[in-house]
Every structure is written in C-alpha cells, then in structure tokens.
C-alpha cells in the first residue's frame, strides 16, 4: 500500500512515480531489478561501491529515470546519504530492494575465521536491517510501501563450501518474516530465493562447467538477472498486495530433485 504525493494544499498529486532504492545495483541481478522497475515507470536509486560501474548502470537506465549513491551498504553513513537523496530529490520512498551482498570465502564453517564470518553478516543482514529502518522512518510509517530482500536457496538449505552465505541468507529470511510481521499493515516485506544466477558474482560456481551446472536442474538451464528482476516487479507491484513475509524459490526446479524417488 502507497499513497500519493500530496502539494502544498494537501491534494493527491495524480500519476506521480513511485521511488524505489536498489542495493547492489551497478550490475547483475541488481542492475536487472532497478532497470525492471524503472521501465515500469518508478524512479530509481541505485547503490554500489563502485563508482564508475554505478554511472554506466545509472546512463543504462537514463539520468531522467535513476540516480546512483556510491558507497558500502553495511556503512551507517552511506545508509543515511541514499535517503537524504532519494527524499531530497523525489520526495518519498516507497519500494527498497535490498540485493547487496557479499561471499569471500569457499571453506567449510570451521576453517573460517570469525572475522570474516562477521563481515559477511554485517553485508548481507545489517544491511538490510540498516536501510529497512531507514526507509521505515523516512516515509513507509506514514504511507507504507515495499521491501524485498533477496536472499538464496542456500538459506534454505546446506550448500559445501558456502556455509557462511547460507547463514546470513537464513538469517535474512528470518528478518524478512519478522519486518512482516512488525511493519504490517502498510507495508509488505517478501524475499527472493534464487538458486544459480547467471552474474560475475556467481560465476565460480558455473564458469567452465555450465552445462555440468545446469544438468541437475529441470529447467536444463541456470537463472538469468531478468528471472530474478521479473520475480522482483511482481512482488513490489500492487498485484501482490496480498502476499507479505513469503520467500519466492526461484531455481528452475532444482527441489524438486531433493524428494526421495
């Protein structure tokens, strides 16, 4: 649920774009997330932590449609600069979509060194929980509005090696359904589950091997940002206005090989 701005008189201002802030956005699933919504008409926020990327991302999409915010989504400073620029410049956020996320480490959970697990939460659940209070305080309380996380399969299940990534995406499945339960009604919080998308940030798990990769999946094929990013304009969109606190596998059916035949 989102109202419409209002002018100085108090009177909906009719047909005004929604506003959306995309985390990790300069380029794989979060660049096809901020394109899919601002080709559906909102105004969108992109972050990033690298500049250049971020403004080939934002001149992708069209200087009239996005701005970008350079910075670390887990940086409390960075977190408060985005809102101030997206109300500053648009005057209201009504979709968050949080995609920033991070997976330095391949090794099993006890050779992994606390710091490093401790930085991997502070990117993909602190985050989250940081920019979701922000847009909370900033214009959800009053008009409501969306979040989405965009979390993984491995959050749902063991995956070798990557066992620090599962964690914090389980962890940001919990928050998904906690924020749910505390920000209704006005405001609808959901996540994604994909299995393996096609992105830079994946590519270890498929490059050189993506016909070995895509072979255990019924769909024959891996994700593509543009799955992810559909999946995304659905659930931020009115026609899910019934739908909060869900998590959307999306793996071109790769659980349903986890059944006992």
């Known amino acids: 649920m989102t109202t419409q701005p209002q002018d100085a008189a108090g009177e909906s201002i009719p047909g005004a774009p929604r506003v959306a802030v995309v985390t990790g956005a300069s380029r794989g699933i979060g660049?096809?997330?901020?394109?899919?919504?601002?080709?559906r008409g909102d105004r969108v926020c992109l972050t990033g932590r690298d500049a250049s990327a971020l403004d080939r991302a934002v001149a992708g999409i069209g200087e009239d449609r996005a701005i970008g915010v350079?910075?670390?989504?887990?940086?409390?400073?960075?977190?408060?600069?985005?809102?101030?620029?997206?109300?500053?410049?648009?005057?209201?956020?009504?979709?968050?979509?949080?995609?920033?996320?991070t997976n330095p480490v391949f090794a099993p959970l006890t050779e992994l060194d606390p710091g490093v697990l401790r930085k991997v939460f502070?990117?993909?659940v602190l985050a989250?929980?940081?920019f979701a209070r922000r847009v909370w305080e900033a214009w959800q309380r009053e008009h409501g509005g969306t979040i989405l996380n965009v979390a993984s399969i491995a959050g749902l299940t063991a995956s070798p090696f990557i066992g620090a990534y599962g964690l914090t995406k389980a962890a940001l499945i919990n928050l998904t359904q906690q924020l749910a339960h505390e920000l209704a009604p006005l405001v609808r919080v959901n996540a994604l589950a994909p299995a393996v998308v096609k992105t830079r940030f994946a590519a270890a798990l498929y490059e050189g091997r993506e016909a070995e990769a895509a072979a255990g999946y019924p769909l024959r094929r891996l994700g593509v940002p543009e799955d992810v990013?559909?999946?995304?304009?659905?659930l931020t969109s009115d026609a899910a206005g019934w739908i909060t606190g869900q998590t959307l596998v999306l793996d071109g059916g790769?659980?349903?090989n986890a059944g006992l035949g």
């Open 229 to 234: 990013a559909g999946a995304a304009a659905f």
């Open 128 to 130: 989250a929980h940081g």
């Open 31 to 39: 660049y096809a997330i901020a394109r899919a919504l601002a080709e």
């Open 254 to 256: 790769l659980f349903l």
């Open 70 to 101: 350079a910075g670390k989504a887990h940086d409390e400073a960075h977190q408060a600069e985005v809102i101030e620029r997206v109300m500053a410049a648009w005057g209201r956020v009504d979709h968050l979509v949080n995609n920033a996320g």
């Open 122 to 124: 502070e990117v993909n």
